[in-house]
Each structure stands twice: as C-alpha cells, then as structure tokens.
C-alpha cells in the first residue's frame, strides 16, 4: 500500500519537476569509481645505453654503475660494468646485456655489485598515483654467473612529493639469494633485506632464459606488500607487508626499474642477459 501510494504522489508532480527528477538518477547512479588507467611499458631492455653513471638523465635510457653507494663492496670495488645489446642470446631479438668484469687481482673479500637500470619517468608525475605494479622479465646467466653470482636483484621504485613536505621513497626489490638458496624482499621501513621462505635456485643452463613475474601494492598506510611472484610456471605467494617506506627531505620525481649483479667473494666476472621487460602499473 505504501508504494502504490508513493506512485500516486509522484503522478501528481508537475511534468517537468518528474522528468527533471528522473533525468537526474543515471548521472547520480551511474557515476563511474574513480581509478588509474593502467599502462604497460614494454621492451624496455630494447632502449639506448647511455653513459656510465648517467643515471639522472630525462630520457629513457639505461645506465649502470659499479661503486660503493649501491651496496657490497666490502674490500672496496674491484669491478667494472658494461651493458650492451645482444642479438645473439635473446628471446626476441634483441636483449640488454650486463657484464661485471673483475678489473684487479684481489684475491679474498672482493665482493662488489654491478648497478644496471633505467630511469622510466623523470621529474614528471605520471605514475605517482600508482599504487600496483609488476615487473615482468626473461633473464639468464652465463656458466661464470650460475657458478659465482652471490645473487640477483630485480627491482623497481617510485619516488614523489608527499603530504609532509618530503618525498616518499618506495623500493620494489626482490633478490635471489643463491648462497642461502632463500627469496628476499626489500624491506623499506626497515632499510633491510628480509629472508623469506621461498627458495631460490640458480639457473640450470647456461645462456638459457627463465621467466619471472613480480607483483607489489602500494597500501594507503605508507606500507607496501610484495603479494606474490611467478618464476617459470613456479607461483610463489609472499603477502609480505613492509613496516613503511623510506623519506627523504628532498628528492626527485621518478619511476625506474634496474637489474643488480651481486659478485661473490671474489668478485668474479659474469654475465646476465635481460629480455622481453616490461612494467605494468595502475
């Protein structure tokens, strides 16, 4: 009785009170949610090398350094870096290669680290809103590199302005601990590696692609979650929540993404090759 009464009042609204009011309920019910386009970038390991330790250029373009700023280095760096394109050992054509190359006669704690990254976007904002992201590559390691890597890294980060009047720092990193046969993931509350359960084992075959799959959440806390990964057909769940982020006072807007090569104790040369990478965020 109440809705055919409610019928019956609105009959009686003048005709264009009615039709004001039910023209309005489409715009007010099916108003679209709010979100990010997502956007895929690919073949980023197709893009120009630029020179070494060129790491603050606009443009897309890889760079690579090998200095005690990026991490081991314990005896000092006893290493050197090179990146070319090989169009020999790839996927597609065309891949990113990465040398570390022992450059001395340093015989016990040698280790050095290898820096090879693109910065995607530079002082621009367009994926500071982003809050998911993959990384998505193929990757393989000559015979020197599944005998001597102490580990691979694979990363991504985002950097902007934040509320505070600093910059929020978010470090997407996993690595491939070959010497504890352990996953581990960047923790950037922490500033610290955090061992998790999955194993991590070296490449079977020499100049042989395998395929790795990342995700990470940027949640509204300030934390960030590593939710899972994929290394050939292998699925791996983490559900990783970090403690936080890292902040600086000043900094710059970027998006980027690098490949590091942890040497082992003697610093031993090898090789990696990067193929078919992309970056999907939203």
Known sequence: MYKLNRVRLLGRLPRAVFLAAIASLPVLLLAPPVCNAQTTISNIDDDPITNPNDTYNDNRAWAWEVDANIGGCVGGCHATAALSHDFTVTTDGESMRIDLNKSDSCSSNCYTDSWNGERIYHNVGTANGATTFTLDLYMALDSRGISHSQAMEFN??????????????????????????????????????????????????????????????????????????????????????THGHEEKPSWEENLFTWIQLDSDSLADSYTAWVDKMKVTYQ
Request: glycine residues 6%; aromatic residues 20%.
């Open 156 to 241: 991504m980060e985002q950097d902007f302005p934040d509320s505070t009047g600093g910059w929020s720092i978010y470090k997407y990193s996993w690595q491939c601990n070959y010497q504890s046969q352990k996953w581990n993931v960047w923790d950037g509350g922490t500033n610290a590696w955090v061992p998790t359960s999955a194993s991590c084992v070296r490449p079977f075959n020499a100049k042989g692609f395998d395929h790795y799959i990342f995700h990470a959440k940027r949640l509204s806390n300030g934390t960030y979650e590593y939710t899972d990964f994929y290394v050939n057909t292998t699925h791996v769940t983490l559900n990783y929540v």
